[in-house]
């Protein structure tokens, strides 16, 4: 009686606490400004089963996903004892017959008992024997004193067994535990009284845990499927939209975001894959992706709710070092959403005229004459006039293609050579296409990103008066920063077109038999998946249909596709300076693609790659080893009778 007692008064006290400490968070979201999260719940539970029942981003990492996996399947089947420990301890008179003594469910308590055992032994040896380098910044000693708990709660657990067991418990059904009952007979032969210590033991470390956990970053056990049901469902390349009823443009304060960024700062696992994979960090900038949200989020547990976060909680200069690539998005397991917070700070630092001098003098060209290079509107189809076969001006006759042909791809001597290329090839598979001429201007992407909303607005609605006069059927753009914005960015003005990259339509050329290629004996390339290209817009096969039709063997690089490695360019950062930069994004790229081996060509498809990497090849001394070329510089048409058939 005395027992039943004090474990209801445990139990009370610890759920007391364990409210206690999680009401200030609950009050948080309660108050916050509503996300309109719950549409399509289908579609939402459907995402939480494969991303917590199946581990999808987990065991991107086999080690971590793995040990997690064990953990997390280990936990769902020993919480029946768990309910078993704790119900025969409340309700001592209504244990009509232990669960643990069904043979089959005490095997399964021995077994998973011992999975959980090997799943924390492998967390902590990748803690603390390999150390990732992706674990900097993150809390040790939380992540110890949980190892520490889930080993007690076990280990109590199979102990507690194992000393029924010497008293003539059944335990035919129960390997470990009998494994255990003979080593503690070896030792010393417990009376009934050790029982009752694993016991205790047991369910103290239980609601230790449970007290534990809300001040805790293991808090996403109870936030990270509801965190992952309420992700954003709308295109992966749509900046977060200002609302009408917004005094100010951007935000600078945790109090302004919204209930959903607000379960994000406090879901982080900090398991520093976003960190990882972020380019910024890796070339040595200010920016851990992870410790943005840790650093928001150690603001919004202390209370400091309504004080600016620009300038005292986070760094402009982190800000601006982001390349707005997603990797740190795609790689969090649950769901994070960094750049829309990075987005709506460098949204506030426009507003105050914080701008760092390369972006500044990009954002003036753009203002005065629609491009960052500060050339004028009717430089911009130039290009053209080398090419020996007139363009059509979409402006003044229909057109089955709309070429956007964006800014670089127009202006830069390193990529009109690619530009008049993709005409070529064009005409030579008898596309009907035109240009807009002097009527384009910068499609506004990356200015939206820097957070330049204002600018974005006035860039884009030009672009969409100007298509909108046109008559055509589908556009088409070499740069995959111009297809998002048309894709993903205009429709919130009212404009939704038909948009595909140049690989995608040459690719259907090609299949279609339209454009006839001369395979080349090319030897072995490798691919650059740009990020607006692939993450971002789900662009991958078209490129490499393309490439293998040209002639030539794709290695990919181990960071390919949606793992791709950003350039470095994107998010204004082509516009900044790389001053603190210890190796630039695209140098890293190559040599990345050189530890391939025999790869003398580095293929992209986006025409910032073209000259990131190329000034990257420069840098590193390369010039005569790799060669960066588009897609369509592979391609050679095929002359003759059969071609023009």
């Known amino acids: 009686m005395a027992g039943t007692l004090a474990l209801w008064l445990l139990v009370l006290a610890a759920i007391t606490a364990t409210g206690w400490r999680a009401r200030r968070y609950v009050a948080l979201l309660a108050r916050a400004r509503g996300a309109g999260r719950f549409d399509h719940p289908l579609q939402r539970l459907s995402g939480v089963a494969v991303a917590v029942g199946l581990h999808r981003r987990m065991l991107r990492r086999p080690l971590s996903g793995i040990l997690h996996a064990t953990i997390f399947i280990s936990f769902f089947v020993l919480f029946l004892t768990t309910i078993e420990s704790f119900g025969s301890g409340l309700f001592p008179g209504l244990a009509i017959a232990p669960v643990g003594d069904h043979p089959v469910i005490a095997l399964a308590q021995d077994v998973f008992s011992l999975l959980m ?61 009998s494994l255990l009952a003979r080593l503690l007979l070896a030792v010393h032969a417990p009376g009934p009284a050790m029982e009752q210590v694993f016991y205790w033991i047991h369910v103290c470390a239980i609601l230790a845990f449970l007290v534990y956990i809300p001040g805790s970053k293991h808090r996403h056990m109870f936030l990270a499927a509801p965190n992952i049901y309420f992700r954003n469902l709308g295109p992966r390349g749509a900046a977060p939209p200002v609302p009408e009823s917004r005094e100010n443009t951007g935000l600078d304060r945790l109090d302004d975001f919204d209930w959903k960024q607000q379960l994000d700062l406090l879901t982080c696992t900090e398991c520093g894959r976003c960190q990882s994979v972020c380019p910024a960090y890796a070339a040595g900038l200010p920016l851990s992706p992870k410790l943005l949200i840790t650093d928001m989020r150690d603001a919004i547990t202390a209370g400091r709710t309504r004080e600016p976060l620009v300038g005292n909680v986070i760094a402009e200069a982190t800000l601006w070092a982001c390349t707005t690539c997603r990797a740190c998005m795609e790689e969090c397991p649950v769901e994070i959403e960094h750049l829309p917070k990075i987005i709506e700070m460098r949204r506030h630092l426009i507003d105050n005229g914080s701008v760092s001098p390369g972006l500044q003098d990009a954002l003036s060209n753009l203002t005065r004459l629609g491009n960052s290079m500060g050339k004028p509107s009717k430089m ?71 957070g330049e909303e204002g600018l974005f607005q006035s860039l884009a609605q030009p672009n969409i008066d100007a298509i909108q006069a046109c008559t055509f059927n589908r556009i088409m753009t070499t740069d995959p920063h111009s297809l998002n914005a048309l894709k993903n960015e205009y429709p919130s003005l009212g404009a939704a077109f038909d948009i595909v990259h140049h690989t995608t339509l040459l690719a259907e050329l090609v299949a279609a038999g339209k454009l006839q290629i001369a395979p080349a004996d090319g030897g072995r390339v490798t691919y650059h998946d740009p990020c607006y290209l692939g993450r971002y817009n789900g662009v991958f096969d078209a490129p490499r249909d393309l490439i293998r039709a040209a002639g030539y063997a794709l290695h990919d690089m181990p960071r390919c596709r949606d793992k791709s490695f950003c350039c470095g360019a994107g998010g204004g950062r082509i516009w900044q300076s790389d001053e603190g930069v210890t190796e630039r994004p695209s140098e890293n790229r190559i040599r990345e693609a050189l530890s391939l081996g025999d790869i003398e060509r580095f293929i992209v498809a986006c025409p910032k790659d073209k000259v990131m990497y190329t000034a990257a090849v420069d840098a590193l001394g390369l010039a005569g080893k790799m060669q960066v070329l588009d897609i369509a510089e592979l391609i050679t048409v095929r002359a003759g009778p059969e071609a023009a058939a």
Do not use: C, H
């Open 117 to 177: 055992l090997t799943g924390l032994g492998l967390a902590v040896y990748q803690r603390y024997v390999l150390k990732p380098a992706r674990f900097k910044g993150s809390s040790a000693s939380d992540a110890a004193f949980i190892y520490v708990l889930i080993f007690l709660i076990v280990g109590a657990l199979l102990l507690e067994a194992a000393a029924r067991i010497v008293q003539g418990a059944n335990g035919d059904w129960r390997p470990v535990a």
């Open 380 to 450: 911009r189809a130039r290009w053209t006039k080398e090419l020996g076969v007139p363009v059509k001006d979409a402006r003044n006759e229909p057109v089955d293609i709309l070429w956007f042909v964006g800014d670089y791809a127009s202006y830069d001597p390193r990529v009109q050579a690619v530009t008049r290329k993709v005409a070529e090839l064009l005409t030579a598979a008898g596309v009907d296409f035109g240009i807009l001429f002097d009527a384009e201007r910068n499609s506004g992407n990356d200015v939206r990103r820097a």
